[in-house]
């Protein structure tokens, strides 16, 4: 089973981290490795954890969050009421994957880690890329998405009427569009990164999480 993507949290407002954090978890793929309120904790769980991503505020008691991206050279999610380009430029120069401006929808975070655990899943091993492969990585991870044909959009119309109003897994919308499971996996997941649908998973008692999809109404 794929090894879920640590994540620090790193805001001095407990409550913020909180709901950070609840995002997170709702997210299949993710764990959060703890939450922090300050730069010296957090250099020190980076140490101590090596978290695979930051979520972390720019402004904080005792320095600079953009600073600690830069130095710790781990993937980071930027988050600050901080609106001024230079401060955003230099927040993407440290090497930051994205940005968000507070305050921001529940939504704006989901769908930036949506497109993040794509990204990463692209670009994971040591195998050699073509341009096309970055390229599309980039596309993802910026929001601009993959070309989408008419045949496709088609068919993702079909998946979501599959859904109705409650929820289904892979296999059940594939046996109710009549393809197949690894088609409908993979048009579930386009809708989830837009955040059209919704994924949460089921734990029975044997065997790896099912993931269950349903319409965001």
Known sequence: MTEPVRVLILDDDFRVAQLHQGIVDDHPGFAVTGTVRSLAE????????RPDLLIADVFLPDGDGIALVRESGIDAILISAADDAATVRR???SGAVGYLVKPFERRALSSLLDRYIRYRNLLSGDRALRQEDVDRALAI??????PVSISRSATEQLVLAALGDGEASAAEVGERVGISRATAQRHLAA???RTVVEVRLNYGSTGRP?????ART
């Open 42 to 49: 957090a250099r020190d769980s980076v140490r101590a954890s």
């Open 91 to 93: 927040a993407l120069r």
């Open 141 to 146: 991870l910026h929001g601009a998405g993959e």
């Open 191 to 193: 809708l989830a990164a």
């Open 210 to 214: 099912e993931h269950r999809y349903a």
